[in-house]
């Protein structure tokens, strides 16, 4: 009874909107502005690196937190592998904004780091890696001020959503290899799972809605994390 009570609590900690709640603080509505993502990259872009960075390090404490707790209350690895994907869960589809949240990467990456160590260093080579070839050219470009660059503006990126989708897809492999305890492979490979399946089915139904082919999308999703290039 106390396993199950502590994965739905981690579920529900997923599923707080903190990312929308800093953003309305400064008076930016997440599902209206920038990318229409409810994560902190959007958060991000659209209210600035404090909040961004706020809401950055909460969404990857859903993933970190049920890991420590669950060693600390020595319930076990496989309740904590659980509750870290109970977290993960909540926040792609969350309770309290009616199970439609963000894409879950940074609690995704938070679950890695606190599960694997080891596969999150190795998985986060593709993905920082293409967050570093789109972002250095902002930050180096003198017409901008400071607090314009960190914000990223610019075109949607290919190379980032690329190296995600390469560094979530071998994440199940890494742990195989690394022959991690069987709860924590398990758990990694349903992130990965969730993760594929929040990036191709999140917002669908406005793309259906608008007409748009439905084979482009979904490919454009799998492969870019948005409905167009």
Known sequence: MLKALFILGCYLYGSLPVTEV??????TDLRQEGTRKAGAGNLWQTAGARYGLIGGIFDVSKGVLPVLLADRLKLGKGVGA????????GQMWPLFRKF?????????IGSLLALSPRAAIM??????????????PIMVRNDLPWKQRLKFPGRNSDVVPLGMLVGWLGIPLL????KEPKPVTRAL??????????RVTGGLSRDIAEGRDLKEVLRNRALYDRSTR
Request: glycine share 18%.
């Open 82 to 89: 659980a509750g870290s994907i109970a977290g993960l869960i």
């Open 123 to 136: 998985a986060m080579v593709p993905m920082f890696g293409g967050g570093a070839i789109w972002a250095l």
């Open 175 to 178: 742990a195989c290899l690394l």
């Open 22 to 27: 800093l953003a309305r603080r400064k008076g």
């Open 189 to 198: 490979l349903a992130a990965t799972i969730a993760i594929m399946a929040r």
């Open 100 to 108: 439609d949240g963000g894409r879950g990467n940074a609690t995704a």
